[in-house]
T-cell receptor
């Protein structure tokens, strides 16, 4: 079974620090990787997509992908209280259904 | 702004009733998806569609059906609602296989 694993948290980080969120996946035949942010009761909002090994930066966010280790991470620099949310890791596995496979999410709390 | 909309936003219904959830999008995407989200279980794929002639089952399609009325409209039906279908339902769109997905605001469905 193709799975996406995340630590559920909560992960507590002081304001201004770097928040590091991690995700592992089970199938080497994986094409695309995404990070979504979800506030309570709201819909998932796309933060980053990453398709190849290495780092991808967008503003305060950096996604890191290591396909050999089946590992993807999200770094949030200069964390703000508004970053407090649940972060969902999603993987598009090769073959099978076209949808994304989601982790259960990590609850991030930024302490002012 | 191009967007994904869902109606209704909240619905309470009784066991055995038929209910339809509707999704519309102005993003011009061909691919549309229905997910449900349950506490502790994450997002799971119900159905997806590549175009009006192509409908596919996802991970948890039992008890659900869908209709793709046009490129912009994708409806989810519960033929005979049961309490364990109480969940948050999201519609999503994508521009291409393996690409990011954009979510609607969700429908909170309660089956009593």
């Amino acid at each position: 079974q193709k799975e996406v694993e995340q630590n559920s948290g909560p992960l507590s980080v002081p304001e201004g620090a770097i928040a590091s969120l991690n995700c592992t996946y089970s199938d080497r035949v994986s094409q695309s990787f995404f990070w979504y942010r979800q506030y309570s009761g709201k819909s998932p909002e796309l933060i980053m997509s990453i398709y190849s090994n290495g780092d991808k930066e967008d503003g305060r966010f950096t996604a890191q992908l290591n396909k050999a280790s089946q590992y993807v991470s999200l770094l949030i620099r200069d964390s703000q209280p508004s970053d407090s949310a649940t972060y969902l890791c999603a993987v598009k596995y090769g073959g099978g259904a076209d949808g994304l496979t989601f982790g259960k999410g990590t609850h991030l709390i930024i302490q002012p | 702004d191009a967007d994904v909309t869902q109606t209704p936003r909240n619905r309470i219904t009784k066991t055995g009733k038929r209910i339809m959830l509707e999704c519309s999008q102005t993003k011009g995407h061909d691919r549309m998806y229905w997910y449900r989200q349950d506490p502790g279980l994450g997002l799971r794929l119900i159905y997806y569609s590549f175009d009006v002639k192509d409908i596919n089952k996802g991970e948890i399609s039992d008890g659900y059906s869908v209709s793709r009325q046009a490129q912009a409209k994708f409806s989810l039906s519960l033929e005979s609602a049961i309490p364990n279908q109480t969940a948050l339902y999201f519609c999503a769109t994508s521009p291409a296989e393996g690409r990011e997905q954009y979510f609607g605001p969700g429908t909170r469905l309660t089956v009593t």
